[in-house]
């Protein structure tokens, strides 16, 4: 019987290495948190293996893959098998709801926002990628099929901020130089990283692209790394304790 995945990603065959490589960082915690407010009762969707829910909350979460379910840690909030497209809840059921580096692989961005927006009585948060500011990272150079896959799939910033409530924030989120979260710009001032097989396979990414073009970005990385081209072209990032790159939090208030 052939499988339907719920989005554009088989998390189910490649997401077991999430929770071991895709760890909350405490400061990128810290605004999603400040940004929930004062709500007491969370709805985290397409929630993997748990990263950036709060301890201090009631927070129930749905997420689709059963691989991330089993990846959540003992004493996690409860996970539902659903989709961000169809939430099995009334209207108005939550205080805030929040959805972090998901909306991309959402077959049907706009009713899964709509969704959220729907079971939401107060904010909606969102963290993503913006896809036209992809290029401020230096895997650009490197990986540019890479690149260019990232910014199909994500949705434009302006269109979800659209669906996210009267008045939508759009933050710049640092990215602190000893981030834990391995998604490929947390490792700006680390290159070496990504010569690692198990690095990549935490980042749904590189499965968009074929086997040929990650082997020449890996080599030509490699190369760059030890004749000291990386470093004359980029080593002042190997200091400079916060990358801005394409990180966005948006915030949506009814």
Known sequence: MTRTLAGDFD???HGRGYARRRRPDPRIAALIHTA????????NVGAGAGSYEPGDRYVL???PSAAMRAQRPPGAAPALDATAERLPFDDDAFDAVMATVTVHQWRD???????????ARGPVVVLTFDGAELDRFWLAEYAPELIAAERRRYPAIAMIAAALGRTTDVLEVPIPIDCVDGFTEAYYARPEAFLDPR??????????????ATGRAVENLRSDLTSG????????LLTQ????????LLIGRP
């Not at 004062?38 to 709805?43: E, G």
């Not at 961005?109 to 079971?119: N, P, Q």
């Not at 690095?199 to 040929?212: K, L, N």
């Not at 304790?241 to 966005?248: A, E, I, T």
Request: proline residues 4%.
């Open 109 to 119: 961005t706009a009713a899964g926002l709509a969704e959220l927006r729907r079971v």
């Open 36 to 43: 929930l407010g004062d709500a007491r009762t969370v709805l």
């Open 11 to 13: 998390y189910d065959t």
């Open 229 to 236: 081209r990386w470093q004359r072209s980029y080593g002042h």
């Open 241 to 248: 304790p916060q990358f801005v790159g394409s990180l966005r």
């Open 199 to 212: 690095v990549r396979a935490a980042q749904s990414a590189w499965g968009f692209i074929t086997p040929e």
């Open 61 to 63: 979460a749905v997420e």
